[in-house]
């Protein structure tokens, strides 16, 4: 069992996992730099550039970590989990903008409950995007829109999250393993320990043109679904892939049953085009992933 830390004395460590994505990384790391919570703030990236040409100077207190190599997320975030020294670590993609008051939302809530190994709050859509870019936050999102009820939850968005740092050090097979971390989140569920929704919340902003959110989509999707089936008996990843045309009248219907919750109906009905393409590309990725297997190639996503 991790030892837990003495609330009063918890420090915090923030990874930002980045790809091409310079003008909302500025965006992203403006806001963070200006809260007094974080010990240190790593960006974990993977861009053909590296971004620390240019923003080292502008950002001193940033530590930038760049691997030539392409990595999906989670590879870009554990590695970094992997040079943080706080007792916490926060994790962000880069083309979120944090709430001025999120890191320290976050170091409460583990500072409130001391056994919780992870907690994560609401994501919203940042203001201006298009009608495409909200059926892909509602794809991804839709069920960490706020307002989100604060306490246990099953879930956390992978876009807000912070961690015990022992608690992930705990998992360092998984994380070696360059898994997403709704596994290593399943595994504390399994384990009888809770995670945690607060008030910490971030703003989502798409970046990606049209062509890299379908790839994106079909590619995390398949990534997903091989994980989910890793060590199991053939026959369940057929049949898994077999159901997938159900796949997006599934996410669909969880969608509508959140909007329905939280009032924003409309919303879905506007975008309802794009979210049923989104979610098809998606079911497509996940039976590509329950027929082949991990991906060769590497991707990000």
């Known amino acids: 069992m991790t030892e837990v830390q003495k609330p009063s004395s918890l420090t915090l460590s923030v990874v930002v996992t980045s790809y091409e994505t310079r003008p909302s990384l500025v965006r992203c790391l403006e806001a963070l730099t200006?809260?007094?919570?974080?010990?240190?703030?790593?960006?974990?990236?993977c861009s053909p550039v590296n971004p620390a040409i240019e923003l080292a100077a502008r950002f001193p207190s940033v530590r930038f970590l760049y691997f030539p190599v392409k990595?999906?997320?989670?590879?870009?975030?554990?590695?970094?989990?992997?040079?943080?020294?706080?007792?916490?670590?926060?994790?962000?993609?880069?083309?979120c903008v944090p709430s001025?008051?999120?890191?320290a939302e976050l170091v409460a809530a583990h500072?409130?409950?001391?056994?919780?190994?992870?907690c994560g709050g609401p994501v919203s859509l940042l203001p201006g995007g298009s009608i495409r870019d909200l059926g892909i936050y509602l794809c991804e999102y839709g069920?960490?829109?706020p307002p989100v009820p604060q306490g246990p939850s099953a879930q956390l968005s992978g876009a807000n999250l912070c961690y015990r740092r022992l608690a992930l050090l705990e998992c360092g097979d998984l994380m070696d393993a360059g898994v997403w971390e709704a596994l290593m989140h399943e595994r504390w569920l399994g384990?009888?320990?809770?995670?945690?929704?607060?008030?910490?919340?971030?703003?989502?902003?798409?970046?990606?043109?049209?062509?890299?959110?379908?790839?994106?989509?079909?590619?995390?999707?398949?990534?997903?679904?091989?994980?989910r089936v890793a060590g199991q008996p053939r026959g369940r990843a057929i049949l898994r892939a077999a159901t997938a045309p159900l796949i997006p009248l599934i996410l669909i219907a969880r969608l509508f049953q959140a909007a329905r919750q939280k009032g924003f109906v409309g919303q879905v009905v506007r975008a309802f085009g794009w979210i049923l393409i989104f979610q098809t590309i998606w079911a497509a990725g996940e039976c590509a992933g329950y027929l082949l297997g991990a991906p060769r190639e590497g991707h990000n996503y």
């Open 34 to 45: 200006r809260q007094k919570e974080p010990l240190e703030i790593l960006v974990s990236d």
């Open 71 to 95: 990595r999906t997320v989670p590879e870009l975030r554990w590695a970094a989990v992997r040079e943080a020294s706080g007792d916490l670590v926060a994790a962000m993609e880069s083309r």
């Open 100 to 103: 001025e008051t999120w890191c």
């Open 111 to 118: 500072r409130a409950h001391p056994d919780v190994p992870a």
């Open 143 to 145: 069920a960490f829109a």
């Open 191 to 227: 384990q009888g320990r809770h995670l945690w929704l607060c008030g910490a919340s971030i703003a989502f902003e798409n970046t990606m043109a049209l062509a890299d959110t379908f790839r994106q989509r079909f590619h995390y999707a398949w990534s997903f679904a091989s994980e």
